[in-house]
């Protein structure tokens, strides 16, 4: 089990920067990528930003040069730096753990992050 708490949301104006964080507790060692992803209202969740335990990243074409994302694995905790906000930005942003290998593999998320784009 895994538990991923999130901070950082809030409300800011277009062109302003947030920082959220995801805290992971449990079996963190059987953690493989974390990430997060964001859903708008009447909109699909989709992926903004992955990280590999090797540290490789993966980007949203839309978040690309804005976003940020990095990992403290002694913290067990991921964070999404946002720069350059943009109001199609606003979303509840959820942070996700890719947990185990195989048949016990499985996802875990965070309660989400409501993040505010004022324009």
């Known amino acids: 089990q895994v538990q991923l708490v999130e901070s950082g949301g809030g409300l800011v104006q277009a062109g302003g920067s947030l920082r959220l964080s995801c805290a992971a507790s449990?079996?963190?060692?059987?953690?493989?990528?974390m990430g997060w992803y964001r859903r708008a209202p009447g909109n699909e969740r989709e992926l903004v930003a992955t990280m590999s335990n090797g540290g490789s990243t993966d980007y949203a074409d839309s978040v690309k040069g804005r976003f940020t994302i990095s990992r403290d694995n002694v913290k067990n905790t991921v964070y999404l730096q946002m720069n350059s906000l943009k109001p199609e930005d606003a979303a509840v942003y959820y942070c996700?753990?890719?947990?185990?290998?195989?048949?016990?593999?499985?996802?875990?998320w965070g309660q989400g992050a409501q993040v505010t784009v004022s324009s």
């Open positions: 449990g079996d963190t060692a059987e953690i493989n990528a």
């Open positions: 996700c753990a890719d947990h185990g290998k195989g048949s016990k593999g499985r996802d875990y």
